[in-house]
DNA sequence: TTGAAAGCGCTAACAT
DNA sequence: ATGTTAGCGCTTTCAA
């Protein structure tokens, strides 16, 4: 029942062009090597015969593809999106197609992609995910193709890295808080040993310490970058005998659960408490009120990144392999000075 | 300064364990047709040798990918995401993986790959984005490799489809404001010529009619999906000489302006006016108040299609060509009864 | 259960 | 400017 014609070859457009079948290919790739005139006979023939080129086979002779992999941990996170925004308008810039690879936070996929670009599915690859090849295959056989890392870095490896100064931005938000006359200043973390969690945590104690102002450990809350850990945090501190003056979330998801949780118990913000996130992720502006919070910028990892990756397949030196990006505050809604 | 050695082939496995290369591949790929010994032999070569499969050469040789396609408009749009969360996992399931282009609503970059999905670098497509082949190359040569579109038909086009009925969800949420007791209600719409706009239009103007209702005008206000629509849209609502009752926001970003709005002015939502939105994207539960929306099963869109498109790789007949899901109305606080 | 051998469809030397 | 030719690295009949 499937009575389709075989798929036109080049060597079909070469027969009814009435040339050979490398003029074809270079009519098509490098036109301007073929006079003109053969160059639309070509087409024709190409037209007539309804050819397309088939990609498998160029690239198993060029022993390229021009794509690269993006590899994401959960596409339907909004922080990765914005990353992706650059990553793909860089790579489209310099002609590469980006697959994105969204592993569901599952190794098993992970390894599965990440082994599939090593098979020279792509020409290079982006690690958003912070880590790769876990403990699992421990022939450690370093990435084949160049590879860079973004967002986060992978603990205990030296892979070229883009990243957020996250110690220095938790510092300065904190910084922030205090110099808007706020004392108790809480913290709601993120995950356990998460290495962006180690980071914004630490320039939390730096400012602090510079503050001489002793850690807290009951103004200091766990959390998981979820909302709902947000609106637990806020409970637990409605829980104190004495309020924070303003609590710092590690991101923003939480510093709107907090918001919610607050209000949920009558609580103003700011009036009665400030709040201030990380991230700037899209609707933290749209928030009521409006998110006081630490502005990564996404794109720019994005495009920092690969740029950096492109330099890299194509064998020229990067700039560097190492590049740590500012955050800036911005000020909204949700923080208010004390005084 | 590259003294790298040449990527070891299946010959070179081959040569150290002491088979042929087709004893390879078949220890390989298909385990279980190779001798116990046979395959430890191979595999210690492969070990050895530090050999990865090359992609190329066996897609050309298969002509086949396991692989598909999804095409998306912007992967930072957070209604997206969900969809290919679906997507991510069924294909997963059934042993393919997914590639994500991102097109950034460019056509032309639409194009290039969908024009890389024919020349067979997928096995599939998934069109995400409601056009594709635009007017610019009209010789209409039909899809080559399977095509599934979800979430926006594209007009005139009979591929398979997987969508939303955004009518009848229209015309719920607008009797479901009827049925509150409003009666001036009030609607904010989409791009113009947009085609869910014009599915979820005929669906408000489907309830007013069945109510013997007739279109205010001056209650329709143009939009464009972004938040900042729906605060201008609140202005002009505010501007009138008198408030409507209720508006429905054609999406929740417009939804979440129009409280935005309508809150900056001082009136409180929903004790002022009730705000409905279509979509139920993530933070219109997170929203202050949280919104009243249409949810539309956005993974389950995503499963569908993807079984579909999987159903038509493998030559199977698929169930239904064309599936229309059902949305429900999440009541949340954005609304109340008028009474 | 394994091996020999013939391509899959294209591009890039090299020659003309 | 164009043609000839030799593979790229794999899988798969077919035969043993």
Chains 1, 2 share one sequence.
């Not at 992720?281 to 996404?298: G, V």
């Amino acid at each position: 029942m499937d009575e389709r014609v075989r798929k036109p070859r080049i060597d079909d457009v070469a027969r009814l062009a009435g040339v050979s079948t490398a003029t074809v290919s270079r009519a098509l790739a490098t036109p301007d090597q073929v006079k003109p005139t053969t160059r639309a006979a070509v087409a024709r023939a190409v037209q007539e015969t309804g050819y397309v080129l088939n990609l498998a086979a160029r690239n198993l002779r060029t022993r390229r593809t021009r794509a690269v992999l993006a590899v994401v941990p959960d596409v339907s996170n909004v922080f990765f999106t914005q990353v992706l925004r650059g990553i793909s308008d860089t790579l489209h810039l310099h002609g590469y197609r980006l697959v994105i690879a969204d592993t569901g936070n599952d190794a098993r996929r992970e390894r599965d992609h990440a082994e599939f670009a090593q098979a020279g599915w792509v020409d290079g690859l982006l690690l958003l995910n912070g880590r790769l090849l876990s403990p699992a295959s421990s022939d450690a056989r370093p990435a084949a193709i160049p590879t860079v890392s973004l967002c986060e870095r992978i603990t205990g490896s030296d892979l070229p890295l883009v990243e957020t100064a996250n110690r220095d931005a938790a510092r300065d938000m904190t910084e922030h808080l205090l110099q808007l006359g706020h004392r108790r200043v809480g913290y709601v973390a993120g995950p356990a040993g998460n290495i962006l969690e180690r980071d914004r945590f630490a320039g939390y104690r730096d400012a602090l310490a510079a503050h001489a102002i002793d850690l807290d450990p009951s103004l200091i809350l766990p959390g998981d970058y979820t909302l709902g850990a947000g609106e637990a945090a806020a409970a637990a501190y409605l829980s104190l005998p004495e309020l924070p003056d303003a609590v710092f979330a590690s991101n923003d998801a939480m510093a709107m659960g907090l918001i919610r949780g607050f209000a949920g118990a009558g609580l103003s913000v700011p009036d009665a408490i400030s709040i201030a996130g990380f991230d700037d992720i899209e609707f933290a502006a749209a928030y009521n009120p409006a998110l006081t919070t630490m502005r990564q910028e996404r794109n720019e990892i994005g495009v920092q990144a690969t740029r950096m990756l492109i330099d890299l397949i194509e064998g020229r030196e990067p700039t560097s392999l190492q590049i740590s990006l500012p955050a800036a505050i911005v000020k909204r809604n949700s923080t208010r000075s004390r005084r």
